[in-house]
């Protein structure tokens, strides 16, 4: 357990760091960061999950703004993505209060939820440039097959603490839509869906005797340094080869589900 004060300054290199690495991969740095939270900075369960959708909350809006200025806005999709994670979100939130308070159950989920993104990492190739700017497969989604998996993808990042964008954005790039399009709207929804979570559990906590809303220091401390983290990893992606950047995260990631799965 790190000594008063160095928690936070722990907190904010951390995330720092795993922004600067996860940005370039297109991989939420919530990702990485939960199991930081539990093995060193030694947040308890299950404040831990309110605490990193708190990091998300801070973290996103200076990539969100970003992409605005550059005219991306994810569009119709957007609005399509918020609509089934933020109920999502909330319900996801209270199981993770209601049904898995304890640390051995929730180990479990985490290395469910962390295996296949780190395996779609690894071996997914990245988007060959030029694609095609439309979509043909994306088009033949219907909006409430999206909803619906939106939802699913919501209730798991409110189980997790991730907001949601680290699984959507791999199945929609899948479907052929274009990454330009998928990033802005992915993480919109991330931001929608932290903001929606860490006020749930905020309310949970009124009526609830174990510690399950955040840890208000050390999720501004997390956030603050990923904002800044994933503003000088979106910048420095341009010189790091893409196809190496999956690969490495993805590896880390499978390595962190399994131990999650063996303690858990």
């Given at each position: 357990?790190?000594?008063?004060?160095?928690?936070?300054?722990?907190?904010?290199?951390?995330?720092?760091?795993?922004?600067?690495?996860?940005?370039?991969?297109?991989?939420?740095?919530?990702?990485?960061?939960?199991?930081?939270?539990?093995?060193?900075?030694?947040?308890?369960?299950?404040?831990?999950?309110?605490?990193?959708?708190?990091?998300?909350?801070?973290?996103?809006?200076?990539?969100?703004?970003?992409?605005?200025?550059?005219?991306?806005?994810?569009?119709?999709?957007?609005?399509?993505?918020?609509?089934?994670?933020?109920?999502?979100?909330?319900?996801?939130?209270?199981?993770?209060?209601?049904?898995?308070?304890?640390?051995?159950?929730?180990?479990?989920?985490?290395?469910?939820?962390?295996?296949?993104?780190?395996?779609?990492?690894?071996?997914?190739?990245?988007?060959?440039?030029?694609?095609?700017?439309?979509?043909?497969?994306?088009?033949?989604?219907p909006a409430p097959?999206?909803?619906?998996?939106?939802?699913?993808?919501?209730?798991?990042?409110?189980?997790?603490?991730?907001?949601?964008?680290?699984?959507?954005?791999?199945?929609?790039?899948?479907?052929?839509?274009?990454?330009?399009?998928?990033?802005?709207?992915?993480?919109?929804?991330?931001?929608?869906?932290?903001?929606?979570?860490?006020?749930?559990?905020?309310?949970?906590?009124?009526?609830?005797?174990?510690?399950?809303?955040?840890?208000?220091?050390?999720?501004?401390?997390?956030?603050?340094?990923?904002?800044?983290?994933?503003?000088?990893?979106?910048?420095?992606?341009?010189?790091?080869?893409d196809l190496l950047?999956?690969?490495?995260?993805?590896?880390?990631?499978?390595?962190?589900?399994?131990?999650?799965?063996?303690?858990?």
């Amino acid at each position: 357990m790190l000594g008063p004060g160095w928690t936070e300054v722990v907190a904010l290199v951390a995330a720092f760091a795993i922004a600067v690495v996860a940005t370039p991969a297109g991989i939420s740095g919530a990702v990485l960061l939960l199991p930081f939270q539990v093995s060193v900075l030694g947040t308890p369960s299950p404040s831990v999950t309110p605490t990193n959708l708190l990091y998300n909350v801070i973290a996103t809006p200076g990539a969100i703004y970003r992409y605005w200025r550059q005219g991306q806005t994810g569009g119709r999709l957007t609005l399509v993505l918020i609509a089934g994670t933020l109920p999502g979100v909330i319900a996801g939130s209270v199981i993770r209060v209601e049904l898995l308070p304890g640390p051995r159950v929730f180990d479990l989920v985490a290395g469910a939820v962390l295996i296949p993104i780190g395996v779609w990492a690894a071996v997914s190739a990245p988007a060959a440039a030029g694609a095609d700017a439309t979509g043909r497969l994306a088009r033949r989604v219907p909006a409430p097959a999206f909803i619906v998996l939106a939802a699913a993808v919501g209730c798991v990042g409110g189980i997790y603490g991730i907001g949601g964008g680290s699984i959507l954005a791999p199945v929609l790039i899948g479907t052929g839509r274009r990454p330009a399009e998928v990033a802005p709207a992915t993480l919109a929804a991330t931001f929608v869906t932290s903001v929606a979570g860490v006020i749930t559990f905020t309310i949970l906590s009124l009526h609830h005797h174990g510690q399950v809303s955040p840890s208000w220091p050390t999720g501004i401390a997390l956030g603050a340094g990923g904002l800044a983290g994933a503003y000088a990893g979106a910048r420095i992606q341009s010189g790091l080869p893409d196809l190496l950047i999956r690969r490495v995260m993805g590896v880390l990631v499978v390595a962190i589900g399994v131990r999650y799965l063996w303690s858990g």
